[in-house]
């Protein structure tokens, strides 16, 4: 229903209560206090008047009246002409405690309650009244003035005459009439609180609405520039596995840009739930900032340089002892100066300046002659992740955090921001602060150490720009040279890269994903040693080390074993199985490498037991029954074959089931011989047996041994022993 006038009424009303700056809230419960003033105030003053036409002779009703007419419209003119903040609670307390005690009298005049005209409910309506704008104490307040004003009119009850004038139907109608507008003005009040619940209700729901989406907002927002260098990270680590030669450079050089996006955003979102939680304490010290800000911008000197920007830094006059928060303002300073850095192009000119206005404020200013920024951007850029990226004349890496935090660090220090900018001739940041000096003296001293501590938050945002210092990373799978090789059986491709850094120098790195993939790369490349994760795709570490233990091709293999933690259960399992060694992540370099490096004086011990060939009987020792049995196996078949001079490798390969690297690979671990020194050897000790042992001529010995150049037997005997056949 729309009443004429009424929106132009309800303007009128908003502009004469309201104040500038005055929330929503305040204006409306004003304005239900006026409105009700002004209703009740002419209501009671109708009444009023009326009551004097009709019922002159009561006295006592006409000043009541005038009374509480009197009292209610210091409602209507007070909100007016005073224009107070809030609503204030207390004078309206005075105002209904007033009513209340002035209807208290009005009754004991009149004769007690039963006389009272209907003014005992007067009190009643006070209280439904006072629901809509008190607190709840207030409300009690008024009720328990109302229950003794009662109990009391009551009590003084057989005390009291009844005057004359007030006849049972005077009194009769005087409720009636009573009756009839203090109800009304109660329903209304009532009706009223109802609706400004509902509506603070829909307000609330409104505001939690708002807040799930900005959160949503805020969601995407950070899930985007998280997965942005995510994302790059994972396709780079691709591409170097896959392509190593072509993209380890570049490749590692952006990795480490976008981990230092990562950090700078993590970082940042951090100091900024911190000042907001009001968690970051505020540590005000008095010393000369223009000296601490010369550290500062000294700091940026070879980054400027290397840019061939020109980093100017101008003080003002000499010194500038004021309070500051050092860390802050090195933040401050530092995100000013970074992007002014960042989006300079070579050639420009980044310009510090300070100034000391009035002795009042201090003012930090951090231009650049860069591309500046647009007016349509200008208002946002202080907005948490508003970055002005493709659309602006240069894309820069970045988290649109920086300016967010900046602002909210100046304000903590009491200070204010501002950015001016012509777009194409550059941007300019000023930073003014209170110029206090209350806070203690710092010596300089402390200002050096808090620069150094924070000179390392530099270089993270320029390492694209500041060209990477060309790192040799792991070159992926490389198999020639001397250098013993890695099997590395892990699934993530950090953790891989991590280790392959760690061990580039001193190994040969063969990579799998998965302990499939580990056997099956074992028994290809016959490594020297296998490092492997425990929990892996396709098949586990343990899977795998089984696998891998019980083949006789790869048995002899010695296996580190990785885990996330030192979990006592898989450990048990895996040393059961075999595994030599345990490592739990994460660990040390030095720790790695002295766990791979314990594993070749194991080495050791079995070329000691296999390498002589003449001692074929060897000692029984559980933890080498393996190994004995397969060299055991390979010399039963030399021996066999002693007299072919046609026997080589291949045909031994064919005897025992082995591939020609798997099996060159083994021997060569377990004995550091070839296959062929070895056999050579082994004839020419079963040679000089049957000399020693026998009546068999050189040549006959020669020929049985598989030697059927006989000068060439006398050549390598001498070698071998180093006494010739003939003398023996
Ligand atoms: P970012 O980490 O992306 O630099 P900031 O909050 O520090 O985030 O900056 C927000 C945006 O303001 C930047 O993306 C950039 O577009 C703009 N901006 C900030 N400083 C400069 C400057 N000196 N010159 C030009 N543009 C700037």
Redesign the pocket.
């Known amino acids: 229903m729309k009443i004429p006038g009424f929106h132009k009424a309800d303007q009128w009303i908003s502009r004469i209560l309201s104040y500038p700056g005055m929330d929503k809230d305040t204006l409306a419960q004003k304005k239900i206090y006026w409105i009700a003033s002004v209703a009740v105030t002419t209501m009671i003053f109708c009444l009023t008047l009326t009551y004097h036409i009709i019922f002159p002779q009561l006295r006592i009703l006409i000043y009541y009246g005038l009374f509480l007419t009197l009292v209610f419209s210091q409602g209507i003119i007070f909100p007016i002409v005073l224009r107070p903040r809030g609503m204030n609670t207390l004078w309206m307390f005075i105002d209904q405690f007033l009513v209340a005690v002035a209807t208290f009298i009005a009754i004991l005049k009149m004769g007690g309650i039963p006389y009272s005209g209907g003014l005992i409910f007067v009190g009643l309506a006070l209280v439904f009244f006072s629901l809509n704008f008190w607190k709840r104490t207030a409300t009690i307040s008024i009720y328990i003035v109302y229950v003794v004003t009662v109990i009391l009119a009551g009590a003084f009850h057989p005390y009291l005459t009844v005057p004359p004038e007030m006849t049972p139907a005077v009194n009769i109608s005087l409720y009636v009439i009573n009756l009839l507008w203090i109800s009304g003005f109660a329903t209304a009040f009532v009706l009223s609180f109802i609706s400004r619940r509902v509506k603070m209700e829909q307000l609330e729901a409104e505001r939690l609405k708002e807040l799930d989406e900005a959160k949503t907002k805020l969601y995407t927002n950070i899930t985007h520039e998280f997965r942005t260098p995510l994302t790059i990270i994972k396709g780079m680590t691709e591409l170097i596995s896959e392509k190593p030669d072509q993209w380890l450079e570049e490749g590692l050089a952006k990795i480490e840009l976008n981990t230092s996006i990562l950090l700078?955003l993590v970082n940042?979102m951090l100091d900024l739930t911190r000042v907001e939680a009001g968690a970051m304490p505020v540590k005000m010290v008095r010393g000369d900032v223009n000296l601490y800000i010369k550290c500062i911008v000294e700091l940026f000197e070879s980054l400027a340089a290397g840019k061939q920007i020109r980093l100017v830094y101008k003080p003002c006059g000499r010194e500038a002892v004021v309070d500051h928060e050092p860390e802050k303002l090195m933040q401050i300073i530092t995100?000013?100066l970074?992007?002014?850095l960042?989006?300079?192009q070579p050639s420009g000119r980044v310009e510090v300046c300070t100034k000391l206005k009035d002795d009042q404020t201090f003012e930090i200013r951090?231009a650049?002659n860069?591309?500046?920024?647009s007016e349509e951007?200008l208002p946002h850029?202080?907005d948490r992740f508003?970055?002005?990226?493709e659309s602006?004349?240069?894309t820069?890496?970045?988290?649109?955090?920086?300016?967010?935090?900046?602002r909210e660090l100046v304000k903590l220090m009491q200070g204010t921001i501002d950015?001016e900018?012509v777009p194409g001739e550059?941007?300019a940041?000023t930073v003014v602060l209170p110029a206090t000096r209350t806070a203690p003296l710092i010596d300089m001293h402390e200002v050096a150490e808090i620069t150094g501590r924070f000179s390392e938050m530099i270089p993270g945002?320029f390492r694209r720009e500041d060209g990477v210092p060309s790192r040799k990373g792991p070159s992926g799978e490389k198999t020639s040279g001397e250098k013993p090789l890695l099997l590395i059986v892990e699934d993530n491709k950090d953790v891989v890269q991590y280790l392959c850094s760690l061990v580039e120098n001193e190994y040969e790195v063969k990579v799998a994903y998965d302990g499939k993939q580990g056997v099956e790369k074992a028994l290809a490349f016959v490594p020297d040693i296998i490092l492997s994760d425990v929990m892996m795709p396709v098949m586990d570490g343990i899977a795998m080390l089984d696998r891998i233990k019980k083949d006789i091709r790869t048995s002899h293999i010695p296996v580190v074993m990785l885990t996330a933690k030192a979990d006592i259960g898989s450990r048990l399992e895996g040393l059961e199985r075999g595994a030599d060694a345990y490592l739990a992540k994460p660990f040390h370099r030095k720790e790695l490498l002295v766990q791979l490096k314990s594993l070749v004086d194991i080495r050791k011990k079995l070329r000691e037991r296999y390498a002589p060939v003449s001692d074929l009987i060897l000692p029984q020792e559980l933890e080498f029954h393996r190994e004995d049995d397969f060299m055991q196996r390979i010399r039963k078949v030399m021996m066999a074959h002693m007299d072919d001079d046609g026997f080589d490798i291949q045909m031994l390969c064919r005897h025992i089931a082995m591939s020609r690297t798997q099996l060159y690979r083994k021997f060569r671990y377990l004995t550091d011989r070839t296959i062929k020194e070895y056999l050579r050897t082994l004839r020419l000790h079963k040679a000089r047996e049957l000399l020693l042992d026998t009546d068999l001529s050189v040549s006959e010995a020669a020929y049985r041994t598989g030697f059927k150049n006989i000068s060439h037997f006398s050549k390598v005997f001498k070698e071998e022993f180093h006494i010739n056949p003939s003398e023996l």
């Open positions: 700078n940042h995100n000013l970074s992007n002014a960042k989006f300079t951090v650049d860069g591309p500046g920024i951007h850029i202080f508003y970055r002005v990226g602006g004349s240069v820069m890496p970045g988290s649109g955090l920086g300016l967010a935090l900046t950015v900018s550059g941007a940041f945002k």
